[in-house]
């Protein structure tokens, strides 16, 4: 984590300083997998760090798998996906992945967000949430504002006094504008005071 981006944050808005003093550093123990980790967003309808219900990780225990990739597919989905009971857009989707990465062998880190976005918006189900949880989890990009995201609605409208049900999402953009190219950490930070404070409903 950027010593320069806590000092940044920490200096430019008040109240994110104030969480910054009372949380530990924000470490997350990435994959760096898009392709395991979009199966997670998808099976899991989150990524698989950030779970509570621990699905997409019985999945691959069912299915007697440490890591889920092209090759061994076809025995995840005989052994746990068959039993998962999706529904038939998310199993579309699980499929156009699958097609995606079968037919393109990208060097993910080389790419940049933007070019991240594109290919990955081109899946058929794969949406901007999703590709904001693979930039700021699985890639780490230092500059990522999921602002569709629950639990950073929860967690800004809680410290920030917003009013979720008035134009949250321009609430939550000029308070991110404050944070410079240090969103993906301020992110990280307000996201992991909730989990600690475990009382924001």
């Known amino acids: 984590m950027s010593t320069q981006g806590k000092l940044f944050l920490s200096a430019a808005d008040e ?3 104030h ?3 009372l949380t530990p550093e924000p470490l997350v123990s990435s994959t760096g997998d898009v392709f395991f980790d979009l199966m997670s967003c998808i099976l899991e309808q989150q990524i698989h760090y950030r779970s509570t219900k621990k699905i997409f990780a019985k999945m691959l225990q069912r299915a007697e798998i440490d890591c889920l990739t092209l090759q ?3 025995a995840f989905e005989a052994k746990a ?4 009971k999706l529904s038939i857009s998310k199993y579309e ?7 995606f990465f079968t037919e393109n062998k990208f ?3 080389a790419l940049s967000d933007d070019a991240i976005r594109q290919q990955l918006s081109s899946i058929k189900g794969i949406g901007k949430w999703t590709i904001d949880m693979i930039l700021l989890y699985t890639l780490n990009r230092p500059d990522v504002f999921p602002y569709d995201d629950f639990h950073l609605k929860q967690v800004m409208s ?3 006094g917003l009013d979720p049900s008035s134009k949250l999402k321009a609430q939550m953009l000029e308070i991110a504008s404050l944070w410079g190219n240090h969103r993906s ?5 307000l996201l992991s005071w909730k989990k600690q404070q475990n009382k924001i409903k």
């Open 185 to 189: 950490l301020a992110v990280k930070y």
């Open 107 to 109: 060097v993910w880190n």
């Open 19 to 21: 969480i910054i003093s």
């Open 93 to 99: 989707t699980v499929l156009a992945v699958l097609d």
């Open 81 to 84: 996906l068959g039993d998962a």
């Open 15 to 17: 109240k994110l300083a």
């Open 72 to 74: 061994n597919f076809a």
């Open 158 to 160: 809680h410290v920030y």
